[in-house]
């Protein structure tokens, strides 16, 4: 079992930045897969990126590539999303997720996650 904390949600104005955190208790080998998604008001859940600790990978959507870097400290169980270039079409609630065993081809469908934070929202204002 796993349980996911995310913090370090607001309001910020377009070209901003914000960092995201999220930190996982329980069973390490369960969140060797963890990752981000977000979901807008009326729109499905979008996967945003996602790493593995153990064999490597890091995927992104192509909406936040470059603009976004997801990190972990693992030492302290905490995935982090750092967000720049921040866009209105970036609020969302983002949530995080973590699984063990997924492959990378895998990273991007959110149904395949078995643990799930509560969220936290994100508002950017143009």
């Known amino acids: 079992q796993v349980q996911l904390v995310e913090a370090g949600g607001g309001f910020v104005q377009a070209g901003g930045s914000m960092r995201l955190s999220c930190v996982a208790s329980?069973?390490?080998?369960?969140?060797?897969?963890m990752g981000w998604f977000r979901q807008a008001p009326g729109k499905e859940r979008e996967f945003v990126a996602a790493t593995r600790r153990t064999g490597g990978g890091t995927v992104y959507s192509d909406s936040v590539k470059g603009r976004f870097t997801i990190s972990r400290d693992n030492a302290k169980n905490t995935l982090y999303l750092q967000m720049n270039s921040l866009e209105p079409e970036d609020t969302a609630v983002y949530y995080c997720?973590?699984?063990?065993?997924?492959?990378?081809?895998?990273?991007?469908?959110?149904?395949?996650?078995?643990?799930w934070g509560q969220g936290t929202q994100v508002t950017v204002s143009s």
């Open positions: 997720a973590a699984d063990c065993c997924l492959i990378v081809s895998s990273f991007r469908r959110w149904s395949e996650y078995d643990y």
């Open positions: 329980g069973s390490t080998r369960s969140s060797n897969v």
